[in-house]
Every structure is written in structure tokens, then in C-alpha cells.
């Protein structure tokens, strides 16, 4: 199954046994005070820099998230999708929980954008799915639901099929839809990334569609969390997931060096080329 | 299905669902020019020194490999395993080509060694097999026979059924048999790990056997070892390989953070406990 993304200048495909698609996730003000500000001001070309940054580091697809704590996202997120319109050229994320920032910004999106995204809950499915198929986007569905995130793979499971049920009734084919079966801290509780693994597994095996995941919720509050989240990506890509939303500049490589691993990367061309150039200094 | 191994001072399990097993593989002169005069000079304290650093980096037991190009290794085999049997109390992993300097050292090793290695070469299991039972050691059985290394993973299942089935007929139990499925280098053939991956899954799902393998020979040629290294035991742990042959130094902490995310190290101890003293400099 192959899901299709366009950016104005590139073209991406996320499917089995194809490279690993990277989604850079820096775009988010949380936790990033000096982004926050530059948004707050307006500084677009800080926020455009960023955007290359993440392209020269490998990103194939930029997440663009600009819920800053307090204030409604829907004016700036409109703004900043029509000038990273006009400067990028990968396809873009776009990443809201407010339902009239997405209905306002998505039709600004030149190509063919993912959202960021649906749940299990009602609430969710009845307001964004029709969001996404109005626009003809693609969409994330996390499996989550009125009672949070299940404990188990199997529960995360018919949350994913709920969603693609949902999704194909009003015309979104399956194709379009990217499960993100979550990870949580394993900090926190020691069986948090076997989940996970297993709802990987379970989701690519049962339904054929492609999976999503974040590379960094796992390792929170632990020591050396880069040679966690190395670890965590290499088992999950193992498992079946094939798109990743990670800081690029951390995890390019070894994201490239599972792909070489698994065969998909015939001349190691794609993960030299990586390390030779690991920020793309060459090409920024 | 548990392999038992037992040195001096501590009894060391390879099972599945525990935390994998680390043998420090740097007691061999390949390539290492200072133990390799060492080893000519009978700088036992170099060698004993060598030991102990691995076992602070996390090792669980120790290869010992004497091979110097030209010579025998029989005496220095039997010294080496006699001084270090009196030191280091972790399971000792004896490790020669040469059936009589095996023979030789194997009845000095102190415990329950393991041996490294019998082929499903026809001369290799009946010298290597015999000499294991009667000391009542584990062996380590690499498939690969007359023929060479297969290149697929289900003529490495057979050499690995054949090995089993000689190990038995002769009384070695199958808990006494750790089978490497053996990796060669991605950069030579691209479905290098790939084979060997599967390999593993389908040893471990078909035999039930714990599954050794090293660790650094799938990088040789490309850049950046370390990450396609971490990449590669993250994955083959996760098919079910639980005992890697490693520089403890460069890869415990991987090692660690995957038995962390598989649910095998519940208050994250072991993991912080190595990112907190990573060579084990206050215990050495």
C-alpha cells in the first residue's frame, strides 16, 4: 500500500519495503523558546531557515505544528503555510489539534499535505476526517480514544481499524491513511515500547497499511536518550513502521543504516551520502 | 530453553526474555598489534588487564582467542586459560580453529566454558563435538558447512538442525548448543543482514535455541560502524538473537537500552546503571 504525499517540488511515497520516510518535527514551539519567539514576531525567515535546516538534514516531509500555549493558532498557521508554500518544496504535515485552524489552512497547502491528526474519539473522526477528504490529503490516526491510549496491541488495533472504517466510509481509501500506534515513556512503565512493537507488528501484518511513529516520547526523563531512541527506531522499522517524525539532524543516519540493513539501500548510496554530508552543509 | 555457563565466580543464563549476554571479544590478537606482542612476550598482565576492562564494560564473559599468525596456539592457549581462570570469574569462551589446543585448554577451564565454535563441516563435528561433551561445556555452532555460508536463512536452519541432531546423538543437549547464524558484510551484498535477520527468526522460531551473533562484521568497509553496528543488534535482538560476541566498551549501552525497550529491565537499572559507569571505572 503506498501512500502518496507532493510537495511543490517533491514527490513522496511511503510503502513497504521503500526507504524510511523522515518527517521533521521541528516546526513545534513547544519546548523551543527561541522558535516561540520568532513565530510571536512574525520572523518568518527564522522559521524558514529552520525549515531548510531539517530538508539539508534529511527530511523528506516537514511537520508544521504553531500552537503556542494560550493563543489561537488558526491566523498564524494560514500565514506560515503560505510562505513555506512558496520556499519548500517537500510536502508539508500539518499539525493542529484546533479543527478551524486545519478547515482554514489546508486549502492553503499547495501539493498534496498530510494532516496531523485524527484519533479514535468521535469527536475527532467526525470533525477531521471530512477535513481530509474535502482536500484530498492524506491523515495520521493515532490509536487513541475517549479513554486515552490503550495498554495493550490489540486494542490499538481495532482503534486502527475503527479509523480506516470511518475513513473509507466517506471516501478516504485506506492508502491515505498512516497509523501511528504510539509509544510512551518506558521510563514509566517498563512495558511501554513492547507495545508498541507489538501493535506495530500487529497493525502492518492485519490491515497492510503504513505506520507512523515518533522516535523521542520513549526515552523521556532517561540518561543518553539518543542511544535509546536509535535503538527504539531500528526495532520499530524492524517491526514494519516506515515513517518516522524525529529531529532529522539526530536520526537521519541511523533511520539510513536500518534502511541499508533491511535492503533497501543497494550501493549504501543513500546512507554514504548521509554521512559524507550529515547536515547537508553542501547543499543549504 | 536456557544455556547454563559458569565461570569462578559468577553463573551467567542465556534464555530468551532475559537480558542479553555480552562476550567481550578482545582477548584475540587479529589485528590488535600490541596484544599480539604481548601475547609473544607472555605480558600476562596486559592480557589480565585487557580482561578486566572488558568485564567493567559490561561484559558477561570472556573470548579468549590466541591465534597469532605462524604459530600454534596450543601452550599459550593452556597458559593463558590457567592465569586468567585464577583472575577472572566470569565464564571463560574458548575460542581456537585447532582441535588439539582445544583439547588441551578445554580440561584447565575452570566452570562450564563455552566453545567457539564447531561448523556443520563434517570434520569439525566430529572433533569439536566429542571434546565438548566430555568436558560437559556449550558449544557455539555456526552454520556454515563444506559449502560455505548459505545465502539464504533457511539452508542456515538446516546446518543448524544438523548440528543439533549431531550434538545430540553424541549427548550434547540442545540447551548446551547456541547457534550463530553468522552475519557477512552489507556493504558486499546488500541482503547481507537481511538473510541473517531472518535467520535468526526462523532459528530461534523453529529450534527454540538461544542464537548467538557478532556484532561488528556487517559494517566492515562503510563509515560510521558504530551507528550501522548499534542499528544491526537492535534488530537482530529484536528476531530473537540473546547472546552477542562485541567490544563490550562500544556496544553495552545499545545492548542495554534494547533489553530496556523489550520490558527485560524494569526500573531501568541495568541501562542507567552503564550510562552512569560506562567502562565500569569504579568497579575496575
Redesign the interface.
Known amino acids: 500500500m503506498e501512500t502518496m504525499l507532493k510537495g511543490t517540488g517533491h514527490q513522496v511515497t511511503i510503502a513497504p519495503e521503500s526507504p524510511v520516510v523522515v518527517i521533521g518535527e521541528k516546526i513545534n514551539p513547544t519546548g523551543q523558546k527561541r522558535l516561540a519567539q520568532a513565530l510571536r514576531d512574525r520572523d518568518m525567515g527564522y522559521v524558514l531557515a529552520l525549515a531548510d535546516r531539517q530538508v539539508s538534514a534529511g527530511a523528506d516531509v516537514l511537520d508544521v505544528n504553531v500552537c503556542l500555549p494560550g493563543s489561537d493558532d488558526t491566523v498564524l498557521l494560514s500565514e506560515l503555510i503560505t510562505i513555506l508554500g512558496s520556499h519548500a518544496t517537500v510536502p508539508l504535515c500539518i499539525d493542529t489539534p484546533n479543527v478551524r485552524a486545519l478547515a482554514g489552512a489546508l486549502p492553503l497547502v499547495r501539493g498534496k499535505p498530510l494532516v496531523n491528526s485524527v484519533t479514535g474519539e468521535e469527536n475527532s473522526l467526525k470533525s477531521v476526517l471530512s477535513i481530509v477528504r474535502d482536500r484530498g490529503a492524506a491523515v495520521i490516526g493515532l490509536t487513541m480514544d475517549e479513554r486515552g491510549v490503550p495498554g495493550d496491541a490489540e486494542t490499538r488495533l481495532a482503534i486502527a481499524e475503527k479509523i480506516l472504517e470511518r475513513a473509507a466510509k466517506i471516501g478516504i481509501p485506506a492508502e491515505d491513511v498512516v497509523i501511528d500506534p504510539l509509544v510512551m515513556t518506558?521510563?514509566a512503565d517498563?512495558?511501554a515500547?513492547?507495545v508498541t512493537?507489538r501493535a506495530v507488528s500487529l497493525i502492518r501484518t492485519s490491515l497492510g497499511v503504513n505506520i507512523n511513529l515518533g522516535a523521542s516520547n520513549?526515552s523521556f526523563g532517561?540518561?543518553?536518550r539518543q542511544?535509546?531512541n536509535?535503538?527504539?527506531l531500528?526495532?520499530a522499522i524492524?517491526?514494519g513502521a516506515n515513517c518516522v517524525i524525529t529531529d532529522p539532524a539526530k536520526l537521519t543516519?541511523?533511520i539510513r543504516?536500518?534502511d541499508?540493513?533491511?535492503?533497501r539501500?543497494?550501493?549504501?548510496s543513500r546512507?554514504?551520502a548521509r554521512?559524507?554530508d550529515p547536515h547537508g552543509a553542501a547543499t543549504s
Open positions: 518506558v521510563g517498563p512495558r515500547a513492547l512493537l520513549v532517561l540518561p543518553d542511544t535509546i536509535q535503538a527504539f531500528s526495532l524492524g517491526e543516519l541511523t543504516a536500518v541499508l540493513l533491511l535492503g539501500d543497494e550501493y549504501a546512507y554514504i554521512f559524507r
